[in-house]
């Protein structure tokens, strides 16, 4: 047992580029969730509409030669970040939103959750490889977030636990989630913030006091899906690569996890949740990898390749557990989250 | 008579589009019949598919009030039991050979193989539902749908595992092959999806019907109402879900068939069919059996027929977009009747 190694991928885990992934998809989800009570299981889609806003319109063929003739050759970047933040998401949450939003809460559930395994066909199909790249996706659309990084890329930061290009996305990261958060304080302290956690208590209190329900909820999906969209633009900067297979459930799950892990309902919950979730998989990983290796977990029970699979089962069981047992989070609080069924 | 108010303008523009839909199909079937009638054939037995799966999730549904995500991955499973004892001709889990395999001739040993498969199906549906859905009897909605999502992804990581990378057969008698009607060529496969379907729901409309059906109803209109007149809550949870893994097997199975794959493998790929399935779910309405056949037919037909005639009209998008016709139904369907087609309109709360 190495435990050196083990201690240096946990904390990799916990402070790691996933983590803030995840932190971001899982404020968005909060938002829908926690405060709204909105049930979104398609917090992939809003990823990956983060994702694919910034690398279509940098990389892919088609819309590439007319933006670059548009705009120039310098702003690309930009245009990208604000596909993929705002324009995406946004025309996604309208779409999700208005034939859904007024019905009970598992028909949001049920269509987002089709949307995401949608796209992900969608983004897959060998016809559409000039826009999204087919299954192979895209890259080389993140190399102008890269040309400012002031890191040495062959260097190792912070501990040697970061590589420079890691270390720049780790600190534009966390940076990101900070002012998010930060953000989503001020936003949910406010009236507007009250207005949704009352449709969350109870829907027709808040109508018969005139407020416009419909509305409220689709500003909180929207605003929701633009967070988590963030999130998918930054992993796909991270990852260098937009891919259909990046997004599938297990990620909405993951966000899910991560949320409730640290309290549905709490502005900071979902931060910590994402951060214990990897650095719990990290863990785990390298936990059975070791015990693998030296022989301690026997072969007939997981051999070395199947490690990988095993911590998201671990995970799926536990989050299953959770959810029986304490729905509302580890930190979270039974009172905030008196949610009945709607 | 319909008066133009906002409720109505979703259904005036269905109207108006299905005109002119209509006439153009009615073009085409004069035109070339066979391929008319081939495509015909080809829709409903996609919609039986599709039927198939949301007819198990609406049993689930109904009587649990759970929305089940992992429908996909016991499809895979189930089908993946059929694969075990045909393929690997050994029972699941198990070094013991298949007996059944070698009964008669070819297509009744594998016939009684994937009667076997059913039942497996089905005891995966009942530990399923006793170990995670029983305890959460009364809690929050979102916390059973979670627990769904978790249960797929364990599920699924069990069946891409055992598939790895390489499909694993289910030697169906009838493969890929089939037969030619006045010119149309029809997959035997097809056949035997819609004769599933039907006998299907006959057997679910006659099962409603029974003492244990009566109790179910009742459970789905009022649950502490049922348990006052002596229902075994419990046991009707259990029927629904083991029906529920059951009817998702079989879905399982067609789906590596024509006209969904041509494969006849399980691969990780399998389990999406009960995600393709969702529209008509939503569009027959999440409680109603008869909305799930009517919701599969619909948008399998609209499904196979935009592919077949509409793909010309539409080089921009190219071969793969009827993946997306579903879901652009399942919008339709929700601005028009948000509550299904057969389902509950209680459901609308705005």
Known sequence: MDWGSIIENTVRGLIGEQAIYFALAALGLNIHFGFTGLLNFGQAVFMAAGAYGLAMTVASEEPHDLILFTIGDGNGFWLGIFMGVIVFPVILALILGIPTLRLRADYLAMVTIATAEIFRLVARTPALDDWTGSSDGLTGFASTFYDWSPFEPRQRYFFNLFQGNQMWVFIIGWITVAIVAFILWLLIRSPWGRVLKAIREDEDAARSLGKNAYAYKMQALILGGVVGAIGGTLRAIGTQSAQPDNFITDVTFFAWVAVILGGAGKVFGPIIGSMLLWATLAFADTFLREGVDAGWVPDWLITGTQVGQVRFMLVGLGLVFLAWRRPQGIFGNKEEMALDDR | ?350
């Open chain 2, 1 to 350: 008579m319909i008066r133009l108010d906002r409720d109505n303008v979703p259904l005036l523009f269905l109207i108006g589009a299905l005109i002119p839909t209509t006439i153009f199909l009615v073009i085409q079937a004069v035109n070339d019949p066979a391929l008319f009638l081939e495509t015909l054939i080809k829709a409903l037995g996609l919609g039986a598919v599709y039927a198939l799966i949301a007819l198990g999730f609406v049993l689930i549904f109904k009587a649990t009030q759970t929305v089940n995500f992992a429908q996909g991955a016991l499809a895979a499973a189930g089908a993946l039991f059929v694969s075990f004892l045909v393929a690997d001709e050994h029972i699941p889990f198990t070094t013991v050979p298949n007996p059944l395999i070698n009964i008669g001739p070819e297509w009744l040993g594998w016939g009684l193989s994937v009667l076997v498969a059913l039942i497996f199906a089905a005891l995966l549906g009942l530990i399923i539902e006793r170990i995670t859905i029983r305890p959460m009897v009364g809690e929050p909605l979102f916390s059973v749908a979670v627990i769904t999502l978790g249960l797929e992804i364990v599920l699924r990581v069990f069946n891409n595992d055992t598939v790895k990378t390489e499909f694993r057969a289910l030697e169906i008698p009838w493969g890929n092959g089939g037969t030619t009607v006045g010119g149309a060529f029809i997959n035997y496969s097809v056949i035997a999806a819609l004769i599933t379907a039907v006998v299907a729901f006959v057997g679910v409309f006659f099962f409603y019907r029974s003492k244990t059906g009566i109790a179910m109803r009742a459970v789905a209109f009022d649950q502490e109402a049922a348990m006052a007149q002596g229902i075994n809550v419990g046991r009707v949870f259990a029927i629904a879900w083991a029906a529920g893994a059951v009817l998702a097997a079989i879905g399982g199975i067609f789906a590596t068939q024509p006209p969904v794959k041509q494969t006849g493998a399980v691969e990780p790929e399998t389990a999406n069919i009960a995600f393709r399935a969702l529209p008509a779910v939503i569009l027959g309405g999440l409680d109603s059996a008869t909305g799930a056949l009517l919701g599969g037919l619909i948008v399998g037909l609209a499904e196979i027929f935009a592919g077949q005639y509409a793909a010309g009209e539409s080089d921009w998008l190219g071969a793969g977009y009827p993946v997306i016709v579903p879901y652009i139904v399942m919008i339709i369907g929700l601005l028009v009747r948000p509550y299904g087609l057969f389902g509950t309109p209680e459901i609308r709360r705005v």
